[in-house]
């Protein structure tokens, strides 16, 4: 299970608003597979309507499943600013959002997070309107 099978689907709005980030807060692990930046340089950007429903994007509610423990997460997908972990709210920078911005509910994906390598499995997608 290999993250490149994944293709990463953005909306203009969100491909627009993270590459602007990740360009005025560059990383010295841009060229690294697992960061946000290698993301969004090999990401599909399609207009806002043309987004899937079941894409994770900015603001989305994602239900995950890590496939070693089967134990089940939810939380919100968010900028920086917003992240709060005591309201399920994890910025998109994270290992976790990185990882999952811009995937689709059914797929699987395996990141490199701080306690080591992960599976995950997107159970649903759900969209917040903000």
């Known amino acids: ?32 597979e697992m960061t946000l930046s290698y993301e969004l340089n090999r990401a599909i950007v399609v207009e806002n309507n043309e987004l ?9 509610i994602v239900k995950v499943k890590e496939l070693i423990t089967n134990k089940e997460l939810e939380f919100s997908i968010v900028m920086p600013a917003f992240a709060d972990i005591n309201q399920q709210k994890i910025s998109v920078l994270t290992p976790m959002g990185a990882a999952l ?12 997070m701080p306690a080591g ?14």
């Open 52 to 60: 899937p429903e079941d894409s994770i994007r900015l603001n989305s």
């Open 101 to 112: 911005i811009g995937l689709c509910k059914g797929e699987k994906v395996e990141w490199k």
């Open 117 to 130: 390598m992960k599976k995950f499995e997107i159970l649903d997608v759900k969209q917040v309107t903000i």
């Open 1 to 32: 299970m290999n993250n490149k099978k994944n293709h990463v689907i953005l909306s203009e709005d969100d491909f627009r608003l993270l590459k602007q980030f990740t360009e005025t807060f560059p990383s010295n692990t841009s060229g690294n």
